[in-house]
């Protein structure tokens, strides 16, 4: 049956209750059937609604979209190895997170949801924000004070309430917890209609490699809101007998926020707690996430590893990434950081996302962009 389920205590809910967690406190997931027909999938415009039967929004006309998805895969050219690029920093309001809104921004809609709270590092809040007005329901972001200011503007920009919260990323995540008591929670990490719009990063994935699962992924991931979604998809193509085999997940953290590696490393059953440092991957310095257990459960089932790198490997990828034209933000450069720095995660075909673009995160551009020796005649 189609519906909510609590991951903690097993209780179920309605598919269009609209609440975020259980009465117990435990995440809720999703419990739905999803199908493919590849025909339709074929017929339809290249975006990432053309998996419709697959995606939990009942009746089109709730459907909340700008044609986003089926963003390019293209090779990587990067050395040994085959690494495939999927541009992810295409969409909408430039990140992925626009595949996780349209989907639950689609499924408030659907339940009659009058205004959302969600807090944010930035590109979450960004995509809710620009979703959240384009369906007409009123917004509310919360983020950390630190966050780039291009992202603050463009949340500003789409009409979105604003309240930059002081102190560390999960000090903005408490205040978001206590906005959420009376407010749908739009949450990229709680609420579980997000990873149904990222998992069609799989789907996706699966159609431009001729409909075949990729040995490995390398995901970026603090919250594992892409890593999640993307093992969500590749299961539900499984359960299909689309694909035979669920590829491995592999995570990489920046080294200064790895509380998934230290889960991962030293075989815990819940995210420790961990000492942490300012990183340039703003985008995943999440110390305490909340599926962290479900993460690091999807990177062993699947045979994956946590990996981290370090802000001057970052760096380097990034720097790389802009000699072949591609400029992203600096945690987007996270995975290929891994690629070049971990030899044993090269084999077979690999494909990584690249999560945000550059033109977010300007001053850190610069910066670094400015430690490059520019000739001068
Ligand atoms: C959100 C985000 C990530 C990682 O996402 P998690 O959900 O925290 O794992 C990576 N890169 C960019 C640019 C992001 O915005
Ligand atoms: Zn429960």
Request: with cysteine; aromatic share 8%; net charge neutral.
């Amino acid at each position: 049956m189609n519906g909510l389920l609590c991951r903690s205590c097993g209780a179920t809910f309605p598919m269009n209750d609209p609440r975020w967690r259980c009465d117990c406190g435990g995440l809720l997931g999703v419990r739905f059937r999803a199908r493919f027909d590849k025909e339709k999938i074929l017929r339809r415009k290249a975006t990432m609604w053309r998996y419709r039967e697959a995606l939990p929004v009942d009746d089109d006309a709730h459907v909340v979209s700008f044609d986003e998805g089926m963003t390019p895969m293209i090779l990587a050219d990067l050395g040994p190895g085959t690494l495939l690029l999927k541009l992810e920093q295409l969409f909408p309001t430039g990140s992925y997170k626009d595949r996780g809104a349209s989907v639950l921004i689609s499924k408030a809609k659907e339940m009659g949801v009058a205004r959302v709270v969600e807090d944010s590092s930035g590109n979450a809040g960004c995509a809710i924000a620009a979703y959240a007005a384009r369906a007409g329901i009123e917004c509310e972001i919360l983020v950390p004070d630190s966050t780039s200011p291009g992202k603050l503007a463009q949340i500003l920009l789409y009409g979105a309430a604003l309240r930059r919260i002081p102190g560390s990323r999960e000090d903005t995540a408490n205040a978001a917890l206590a906005a959420a008591e009376g407010t749908y929670y739009a949450s990229h990490s709680w609420n579980p209609f997000f990873f149904q719009g990222t998992k069609t990063f799989a789907y996706e994935v699966w159609e431009q490699l001729g409909f075949r699962a990729p040995d490995a992924l390398l995901l970026p991931a603090g919250n594992g809101t892409l890593l999640i979604g993307s093992y969500i998809g590749f299961r539900e193509l499984k359960e299909s007998g689309l694909v035979d085999r669920i590829p491995r997940h592999i995570a990489v953290q920046a080294q200064d926020c790895a509380p998934l590696l230290a889960m991962f490393r030293d075989n815990l059953g819940a995210v420790p707690a961990i000492e942490t440092r300012e990183t340039i991957a703003e985008g995943v310095a999440i110390a305490a996430p909340v599926r962290g257990k479900e993460i690091v459960d999807i990177v062993r089932e699947t045979g994956g590893v946590v990996l981290a790198v370090s802000d001057e490997e970052v760096e380097s990828a990034l720097v790389l990434l802009g000699r072949k034209g591609l400029y992203v933000e600096p945690t987007s450069a996270l995975p290929v950081a891994a690629f070049l720095k971990f030899p044993g995660v090269r084999s077979g075909t690999v494909v990584a996302p690249l999560t945000g673009h550059g033109l977010k995160a300007t001053e850190k551009m610069q910066k670094i962009a400015s430690k490059q020796r520019v000739p001068i005649e």
